[in-house]
DNA sequence: TCTTGAGTCCGTAGCCACTACGGGGTGTAG
DNA sequence: CTACACCCCGTAGTGGCTACGGACTCAAGA
């Protein structure tokens, strides 16, 4: 079987590779063995622990919420609770981003709106930019 | 009448005080003129021009954009639809974020939501972290 | 065997939009 | 006269990467 260079780690959680590199310097994953020549020599179980990462990433959890989130889910730890009560939080701030996107999102539509009538003497847009009060 | 220094400025329009230099370093305000302490010395154009800048920031505009939009706001300018389609592209970027984030928000009440039971073995939030398919 | 191209190594600098820091000068109220 | 707030400036740090440059190594083809 082949060893899992950098690249193919890489390239079967979807991480860049120098995000990798990027993850190891920060200490966010273990730095692995190393070849002969040098190069970086990964397990199967780096690959899971990276895509661990990946999927928390991609869900919007930063670092260290994730650095958290790894140290939970090491083995003998009944940490469901906790696992749980920062899954919240952050989805919290999550539902917050939505509305306050959503609120946006209909005053970008409202002045965009007014554009299509085209009887209006300016742009509504930069109107709405431009109001006295926010 | 008192005249507008930065920190004046800054309160008016809640824009930090260091981001007001740190709008004129980058050229997206004017540099005002000075006092003969070297203080900078506003005028209430300015006032109005960065209370636009902060409402475009705020609706996450980014500086490149708010450049844009200052230039078809100057006069002389009928930019209404070119102003439009920039808002508009903006709105397509903020629904998409916005469906990306409900999509993690389900995705996350739904793991939070099974260890409710707490009949479950392991923990649902890691487990879903730590699946093999995305 | 030689060459070519892909993969890897490393450190450092750049990105965005700020924010903070440090060390100084200035203005004002008590 | 003494606090203390305000302002000046340049520089460095933030998060989470991404890019760059120059050197090495390795595998496959001619």
Redesign the interface.
């Known amino acids: 079987m082949a060893a899992i260079t950098i690249g193919k780690l890489a390239s079967q959680t979807g991480v860049h590779l120098e995000t990798v590199r990027y993850y190891e310097r920060i200490g966010l994953i273990p730095a692995p063995r190393r070849a002969r020549n040098g190069y970086r020599h990964y397990r199967s179980e780096d690959v ?1 622990r990276l ?2 990462v990946r ?2 990433r ?3 959890f930063d670092i260290e919420e994730i650095r958290t ?1 790894l140290a ?2 090491e083995p003998g730890q009944s ?2 609770d906790e ?2 009560k920062l ?2 939080a ?2 919290g701030d ?2 917050s ?2 509305s306050d ?2 609120r ?2 209909s ?3 409202a ?2 709106e007014q ?1 299509r009538g ?1 009887e ?1 003497p ?5 109107d ?5 009060a ?1």
């Open positions: 899971r895509s661990f999927r928390a991609d869900l919007g989130l939970l889910a940490s469901c696992v749980r899954a919240m952050h989805l999550i539902q981003k939505i996107l959503q946006l999102a005053l970008l539509t002045s965009i554009c085209s209006v300016a742009c509504p847009v930069l709405m930019l431009g109001a006295s926010a």
